[in-house]
């Protein structure tokens, strides 16, 4: 089973909300990775985070929270995003950091 | 970082065509993967390839690391191959911009 499981699938939110994505993985991998994707543009590695410890952070702004509360989830929360941070937030996972990548099917999120 | 560039940047194929996509990069990698994205934003996995040649069904792909590029070939293309395919390499995903493929019946 090469299964990544994203919740929810859709999200709006305020400018002054905190919410959070959150992704799932049981094949055992031991590294796992966020992505931001905008409307007709390529995916961007935001954070990766191996053996639950956060590997490489791609200066993202500190309203994006990464957390990795055991090997099988990831979470990602937001606060007081602004509306140029609406997209289509991808997680995938891979045996190891630098393996093949599994990702999931992706939270579409829009800020108002 | 690696620069990746995909060519071409679209491609409107009829079914049945036999169609190439080039990835080229900028530095040697231990990791190379294609994916077909869908219209809904899921990213398939096609290709774990960081050398050598891969099929799988229509699809197959050859990467030349020495020359640091990167083929998939698509053949006897259906309506549903449309879609973008990106080339990511390096072991923090590095994406091309993309291939966008149309099929029309």
């Known amino acids: 089973d090469t299964e990544v499981t994203q919740t929810p699938k859709h999200l709006v939110m305020g400018m002054t909300n905190k919410k959070s994505l959150k992704c799932e993985q049981h094949?055992?991998?031991?590294?796992m990775y966020w992505y931001k994707q905008k409307a007709k543009k390529p995916p961007e590695l935001m954070f990766v985070?191996?053996?639950?410890?956060?590997?490489i952070n791609e200066s993202v702004p500190s309203r994006f929270s990464p957390e990795c509360p055991n090997s099988s989830l990831l979470n990602l929360h937001l606060h007081a995003l602004q509306p140029e941070d609406s997209a289509l937030y991808l997680c995938?996972?891979?045996?190891?950091?630098?393996?093949?990548?599994?990702f999931g099917p992706g939270t579409r999120l829009t800020v108002t | 970082g690696i620069q990746v560039e995909q060519s071409p940047p679209d491609l409107i194929l009829q079914e049945g065509a036999n169609s190439t996509l080039r990835c080229n990069f900028s530095?040697?990698?231990?990791?190379l993967q294609w994916f077909h994205q869908n219209p809904w934003g899921q990213l398939i996995n096609l290709f774990y390839?960081?050398?050598g040649t891969k099929q799988n069904g229509r699809l197959s792909a050859t990467t030349v690391a020495t020359e640091r590029y990167s083929l998939l070939y698509i053949s006897s293309s259906q309506t549903t191959d449309s879609g973008v395919y990106f080339c990511?390499?390096?072991?923090?995903?590095?994406f091309g911009a993309g291939t966008t493929v149309t099929v029309r019946a």
């Open positions: 995938a996972s891979s045996q190891e950091q630098g393996y093949e990548q599994y």
């Open positions: 094949m055992g991998h031991r590294a």
């Open positions: 985070y191996s053996y639950e410890k956060l590997s």
């Open positions: 530095d040697s990698v231990n990791n």
């Open positions: 390839i960081p050398s």
């Open positions: 990511a390499v390096d072991y923090k995903l590095s």
